[in-house]
Antibody
Framework: QVQLKESGPVLVQASETLSLTCTVS????????VIWVRQPPGKGLEWMGI???????DYNSALKSRLSINRDTSKSQVFLKMNSLQTDDTAIYYC??????????????WGQGVMVTVSS | DIQMTQTPSSMPASLGERVTISCRAS??????LNWYQQKPDGTIKPLIY???NLQSGVPSRFSGSGSGTDYSLTISSLEPEDFAMYYC?????????FGSGTKLEIK
């Protein structure tokens, strides 16, 4: 079955770089895009960026200068790196699969999320 | 960026009640609108895609409608498991923005 699982450090120092991994199973990264979404404590969801099935990427312009998303298709892993972290980057980070169906593009499977705290 | 204004931010409701959550985009989004449910443990699942299409496995008491800038999610008869957060999300243009969420609470 389709699964996504985020992993990475739960505590990062301000000004440092966050590195997260999304390990997927049940589908191929060459057939589906993977998206990163984050949620600060008590707040809503923010789309961060996507790596499409062809390997191209798109980023939220608000994060573009700090963010990169890559993948290793042989390991079924997608990587997020974001530098110059600040305390307001504290959030739950989710990876999710993008699916296309009948004119719709939506996120059909989600990881459980990983809570990342940025300490000053 | 397209802003998504979701109302209300919270909604007390009773079991069996019919409820509607609204989502307004800052510009037309051509029906490119999805709805998601988030449970208190953080689990997120899709409910509706492309305005009105029910995701597989989602009960038929959920429905979506709308056009242009105005969209809505309706739950025809609330069940205990429906008390959760709900988010709309547009995919007309990047960044793919979400609404601020509606918390459906037990009255």
């Amino acid at each position: 079955q389709v699964q996504l699982k985020e992993s990475g450090p739960v505590l990062v120092q301000a000004s440092e770089t966050l590195s997260l991994t999304c390990t997927v199973s049940g589908f191929s990264l060459t057939n589906y895009g993977v998206i990163w979404v984050r949620q600060p404590p008590g707040k809503g969801l923010e789309w961060m960026g996507i790596i499409w099935r062809n390997g191209n990427t798109d980023y939220n312009s608000a994060l573009k200068s700090r963010l990169s998303i890559n993948r290793d298709t042989s390991k079924s892993q997608v990587f997020l790196k974001m530098n110059s972290l600040q305390t307001d980057d504290t959030a739950i980070y989710y990876c999710t699969r993008g699916n296309i169906n009948y004119g719709g593009y939506y996120f059909d499977y989600w990881g459980q999320g990983v809570m990342v705290t940025v300490s000053s | 960026d397209i802003q998504m204004t979701q109302t209300p931010s919270s909604m007390p409701a009773s079991l069996g009640e019919r409820v509607t959550i609204s989502c307004r985009a800052s510009q037309g989004i051509s029906n490119y609108l999805n709805w998601y449910q988030q449970k208190p443990d953080g689990t997120i699942k899709p409910l509706i895609y492309y305005t009105s299409n029910l995701q597989s496995g989602v009960p038929s008491r959920f429905s979506g409608s709308g056009s242009g800038t105005d969209y809505s999610l309706t739950i025809s008869s609330l069940e205990p498991e429906d008390f959760a957060m709900y988010y709309c999300q547009q995919y007309d243009s990047s960044p793919l923005t979400f609404g601020s969420g509606t918390k459906l609470e037990i009255k």
